[in-house]
């Protein structure tokens, strides 16, 4: 029996919104009982550079993983095998955090900012350029490898007013 083409694509697109809305609410379980947090900005990112696989950004709002002048904790999320775990958590994080379409080691890079200072001493949001080492970014974008980055250009997947989620921990 033949179906009509407007039946398979609607059955189609039904099927990817269900999967998409399942992945969504993996996540924001992963969040609240892996990560502990009840305010965070997220983006769902590509940055491996093969796309098989999803990432998410998540920046933390949580005042246990904020310092007063020292930025967030990012979380760099992945999924292996349906499961999501950590690849990497950053500190010190300003936002916006940007995309590059450079890769080092199969991965993008990423550009984020942090509290610093200008050559002359006085206070600034510095963005720094960070790579991937074959494992994970850095944990400090205030120090190397990361490097300072006089002109910011990449993609930005995070900004400072993207919707903040909000959410009850599970301890």
């Known amino acids: 029996m033949k179906m009509p083409l407007p039946f398979v694509l609607c059955a189609l697109f039904a099927l990817h919104e269900q999967a998409g809305a399942a992945s969504a609410a993996t996540i924001q379980d992963f969040v609240r009982s ?12 590509v940055l491996n550079g093969s796309g098989t696989t999803g990432q998410y950004l998540v920046y933390a709002r949580d005042s246990t993983w904020c310092g007063a002048t020292g930025g967030c904790t990012l979380f760099i999320l992945t999924s292996s ?8 958590r950053m500190t010190l994080v300003h936002l916006p955090v940007r995309v590059l379409p450079h890769l080092s080691k199969g991965w993008h890079d990423l550009e984020v900012s942090y509290s610093g200072k200008l050559p002359d001493g006085r ?40 919707p903040i989620q ?3 921990p599970q301890h």
Do not use: C, M
């Open 166 to 168: 909000t959410s009850a």
């Open 81 to 88: 095998g349906g499961n999501w775990h950590v690849l990497s």
């Open 34 to 45: 892996k990560l502990g947090l009840s305010r965070y900005q997220e983006a769902d990112v």
């Open 123 to 162: 206070p600034a949001l510095v963005t720094s350029h960070i790579r991937f080492d074959g494992a994970r970014y850095p944990l400090n974008p205030s120090v190397p490898p990361a490097e300072p980055v006089e002109r910011p250009e990449g993609q930005i997947v995070l900004a400072p007013d993207s």
